[in-house]
């Protein structure tokens, strides 16, 4: 158990839909992470938050936002959802920005778009 | 612009006998590099990290990994290869501010008994 953990495990929505997914990250750990796994596109990194703000920004579309709250969670917004949208999406947190910081993933939420 | 290139998609070994797993990176500075392994159904576990210090990394559940400069290689290697270590294994190469991770297409490891 990495101490991450993401809500739902399961989600199976339509397209059009819009969806908010959960992260809680590891107490103490500043940095969200979250990641995008599909078959055709692997692991890609979506969007980085540290302390509140956005600080990287990787292959995310403009209908998906994410924020980070005071108390640190983070919510991965994700709106007119397409068939490709299926996937399975990780949030991962670190201590810290270093370069050298191990980031701790949770054990993700399986988006199914119908 | 960094990348990471695992050479194999999937690997087979048999219980007992010595894993390899390929890992190949690109880096216009010098790289942070990780090993993280996926469970079937479960998130991604680290299972080691080179940060510049020693070339030799020793990692969790006997795992190791070297890295070579000169090749540009960050291979995973395991004397010894048990049934539960079948999983699926990526390589990663952190971005030079530290904020993203690259990944690469992953390796899946089966082992035979």
């Known amino acids: 158990d990495s101490g991450v953990t993401q809500t739902p495990k399961h989600l199976i929505t339509a397209t059009g839909q819009r969806v908010t997914l959960r992260c809680s990250p590891r107490?103490?750990?500043?940095?969200v992470y979250w990641y995008q796994q599909s078959l055709d596109q692997g692991l890609q990194f979506l969007i980085q938050?540290?302390?509140?703000?956005?600080?990287a920004k990787g292959n995310i579309l403009e209908r998906f936002s994410a924020q980070q709250f005071p108390d640190l969670h983070s919510e991965l917004n994700l709106s007119s959802l397409e068939l490709g949208d299926s996937a399975l999406y990780f949030c991962?947190?670190?201590?810290?920005?270093?370069?050298?910081?191990?980031?701790?993933f949770g054990p993700g939420t399986r988006l199914t778009v119908l | 612009a960094q990348s990471v290139t695992q050479l194999d998609s999937h690997v087979s070994v048999s219980e007992g006998t010595p894993v390899l797993l390929r890992c190949n990176y690109s880096s216009s500075y010098s790289p942070s590099l990780f090993w993280y392994v996926q469970h079937p159904n479960k998130g991604l576990q680290l299972l080691l990290k080179y940060t510049s210090a020693a070339t030799l990394v020793k990692g969790i559940n006997g795992f190791e990994a070297e890295f070579k400069k000169s090749e540009t290689s960050f291979h995973l290697t395991k004397p010894s290869a048990h049934m539960s270590d079948a999983a699926e294994y990526f390589c990663?190469?952190?971005?030079?501010?530290?904020?993203?991770?690259?990944f690469g297409t992953g390796t899946s490891l089966t082992v035979i008994p």
């Open positions: 990663v190469v952190s971005g030079n501010t530290g904020n993203q991770f690259y």
């Open positions: 938050y540290y302390n509140g703000e956005e600080r």
């Open positions: 107490s103490g750990d500043l940095s």
């Open positions: 991962a947190s670190s201590v810290d920005l270093g370069v050298t910081d191990t980031q701790y």
